[in-house]
């Protein structure tokens, strides 16, 4: 068969599959962000610390209570959106007024202090955490062997992002909530409680950062530092996408995720900063990032 | 009159002067990756095990007084050295201790070459530090890349391992692992189908395992360390890497790496370690204090060598009757054979290696193993005189050898 570019034809589908179960992950994550940037005006750094928190929950859950996999997709979602809430609630919600520099300081802070809780109770390697039974082994593709579990990510992470699209761009609970962002106090005069609709907002947010969180458990370790690893690489895809749009972090996310992936192949020792270079010559092109609008 | 009176105050003065020149006072300044993917295998323990050997070694009875600093280098040769510079120039530090991170202690040598101090090496691995980079401050206490080529590679080529494709940290560390491997695999006759150089601290390895699958390797070798081993062992058996026939080769896994993988994933491997908790009632005693001190967790070799190296070094000092001059304590320290509680007979070379025996192990299976840290099954003993690099290969190359 043909050669591309010294590399054989099934290695590079290979790696391009590998590239969308990376860029899952960046999307399901950005996602997040995006929304509450988008609706909330703020930059959330504690973002990867709460995926972490809902990676942590899973493995607490599992550990100390029995419950597999599917409980904590579920419940895990559900305990660190409520826990996000509380955050918006005591603290993010003085803030939506000023600068996005104290929004961004607040939520960084918080991230260190989380993060430097779990280390110190767990350390910095980690716990394991098995892939469920119903989802181990994996398919012979012809050119690649893929798991059933990072199959399993992929379709996973298209349906929740496209979910969330749909239901932030196409219904009316959608409408609400950017017509909120343009012009709270409009929205408000109509009967819709505004600040409330924005707390449950930042808790979807965040309750889709711990759902991500659950599904890298099995493939990472879980550890204190899974977060931190990946928020700052989930940040240049916000950018890059636009901050604030949601398609454009969804579509950036996965497009990244391939680019890394072929990257991988082809110069490996750039892999972890070829997102990077994207990002500088996107904002030198188009500084308000490939989907987003000038504000 | 007076003049008695003078001479009393001034006999006082040098009195005083006398006894603060008979206390030596020593700065250890332990240097460990603090709080990212190394720091189990050493950082925070590594700083309760220096502690320890200064509390054992008795310093107020030797007449001494010594304190112990830290700082984590976050991995970063530059803020290494720079850390480095300051302990040295503005806090008096004496010794460096640790460092995990071949990169940052390459970087560190120099400047402790540079300032006259010493460099007691337990964390990090490359060869180079008492080979082509030796000085004449550098003790390299725990074990070293060569060892671990040597022990786990040879290994595997002597149970028909021949060919192996490397996924390797791209740093000296990594560089270093894979070239010393990579002479032992062909010194046995085997060979080295290809490679592919890793950024350190990576979270997603499917697609290096991909290509290493793909490469028809008989062995994989890992040249790698800490939680960018235990993502690759991870997600290795994910991918059904050893399933298909392939052997995955952890060139360097501590017990901190096994215990956060879990005996499921981990069983089996063939590991290289310079100190096991239970080899006998030394270390037994010494990982249960250790355990007791630092959060419940087990020693790695890592801890263990920081402790050992330190309790040497401050003998050394108090021989020398000053910390001042580095080349001169580490003279001392080679001067001495130890026979010492957790390594065994202990010799440091010319070159600063520390020759011990080595231990090739085996991971358990889940149930031959009695409880946490329960995890090693010792294959053989390597004795000293084997396990390090002979010296005679070091000439030409090591300045301090000839």
């Keep these: ?295 | 009159m007076r003049a008695p009176l003078v001479f009393a105050i001034v006999a006082a003065f040098v009195a005083g002067i006398g006894t603060a020149q008979a206390q030596i006072s020593v700065k250890l300044g332990v240097m460990s990756d603090m709080s990212s993917l190394y720091a189990d295998i050493g950082g925070p323990g590594s700083v309760e095990a220096a502690k320890m050997a200064v509390e054992d070694f008795d310093p107020a009875k030797n007449g001494m007084k010594v304190e112990v600093v830290s700082a984590d280098h976050l991995n970063k040769p530059d803020v290494g050295s720079n850390i480095v510079r300051q302990w040295i120039d503005v806090d008096h530090v004496d010794a460096i201790i640790d460092v995990p991170n071949s990169g940052v202690a390459l970087a560190t040598s120099q400047v402790v070459k540079e300032k006259n101090k010493v460099f007691l090496i337990s964390g990090a691995a490359s060869s180079d530090l008492t080979g082509k980079a030796c000085t004449p401050n550098n003790v390299h206490w725990t074990y070293d890349t060569w060892a671990l080529a040597h022990g786990t590679g040879g290994a595997i080529v002597k149970q028909g391992g021949k060919t192996w494709y490397f996924i390797t940290a791209d740093y000296a560390f990594g560089q270093a692992l894979e070239a010393d491997t990579g002479a032992v695999v062909k010194a046995a006759g085997g060979q080295v189908l290809g490679s592919v150089r890793v950024p350190l601290n990576t979270p997603d390895f499917s697609s290096f395992l991909l290509q290493a699958q793909a490469s028809k390797a008989q062995v994989i070798g890992l040249a790698n360390a800490g939680g960018d081993t235990i993502n690759s062992i991870k997600q290795a058996a994910e991918f059904g890497i050893v399933k298909g026939g392939q052997r995955l080769a952890g060139l360097l896994v501590f017990i901190t790496d096994v215990h956060a993988l879990g005996l499921d994933t981990a069983q089996g491997l063939t590991i290289t370690e310079g100190f096991y908790w239970d080899l006998n009632d030394k270390t037994r005693t010494f990982a249960q204090r250790m355990a007791k001190r630092n959060n419940g967790k087990y020693p790695s070799m890592v801890v263990a060598g920081v402790y050992s190296a330190t309790l040497h070094y401050l003998e050394a000092v108090k021989k020398t009757g000053s910390a001042e001059d580095g080349a001169k304590v580490v003279a001392a320290m080679k001067e001495t054979s130890y026979d010492d509680p957790l390594f065994g007979p202990t010799k440091v070379r010319v070159d600063g290696t520390a020759e011990h025996d080595m231990y090739l192990v085996e991971v358990k299976k889940p149930s031959e193993s009695k409880g946490p840290y329960d995890y090693y099954k010792i294959l053989a003993t390597i004795p000293a005189a084997e396990a390090f690099r002979p010296l005679a290969e070091e000439k030409g190359v090591c300045p301090l050898v000839n």
């Design chain 1, 1 to 295: 068969m043909f050669d591309l570019l010294g590399i054989p034809p099934q290695a590079l589908f290979g790696q391009l599959l590998i590239g969308l179960i990376n860029g899952s992950f960046y999307a399901l994550l950005s996602l997040g962000l995006a929304v509450i940037f988008g609706l909330l005006n703020i930059i959330n750094f504690a973002h990867g610390a709460l995926y972490m928190i809902g990676a942590f929950c899973a493995w607490f859950l599992l550990t100390k209570l029995g419950l597999g996999y599917w409980w904590a997709l579920l419940i895990s979602p559900i305990a660190v959106g409520a826990f996000g809430i509380a955050i918006e609630r005591s603290m993010l919600r003085w803030l939506y007024r000023l600068d996005h520099l104290y929004g961004l300081l607040l939520t960084f802070g918080l991230a260190l202090v989380l993060q430097g809780l779990f280390q110190n109770e767990f350390g910095s390697s980690g716990q394991p955490y098995q892939i469920p039974p119903s989802l181990t082994g994996a398919f012979n593709l012809g050119f690649m062997f893929l798991p059933v579990y990072r199959g399993w990510v992929v379709l996973a992470s298209l349906v929740l992002c496209f979910g969330t699209w749909f239901l932030i761009e196409r219904t009316k609970l959608g409408s609400y909530l950017r017509a909120a962002t343009e012009n709270p106090a409009l929205v408000q005069a109509f009967g819709i409680n505004v600040p409330r609709m924005i707390t449950l907002t930042y808790g979807f947010g965040v309750a889709l950062a711990a759902l991500a969180g659950v599904m890298a458990a099995p493939i990472y370790q879980v550890s204190p530092l899974m977060g931190a690893d990946l928020i700052i690489v989930v940040f240049a895809v916000v950018v890059i996408g636009g901050m604030g749009s949601i398609m454009g972090s969804i579509l950036t996310g996965f497009g990244l995720g391939v680019i890394e992936g072929l990257t991988k192949v082809f110069y490996p020792e750039a892999s972890n900063t070829v997102i990077f270079i994207i990002m500088a010559i996107v904002l030198m092109i188009k500084p308000a990032g490939l989907f987003g609008r000038a504000r």
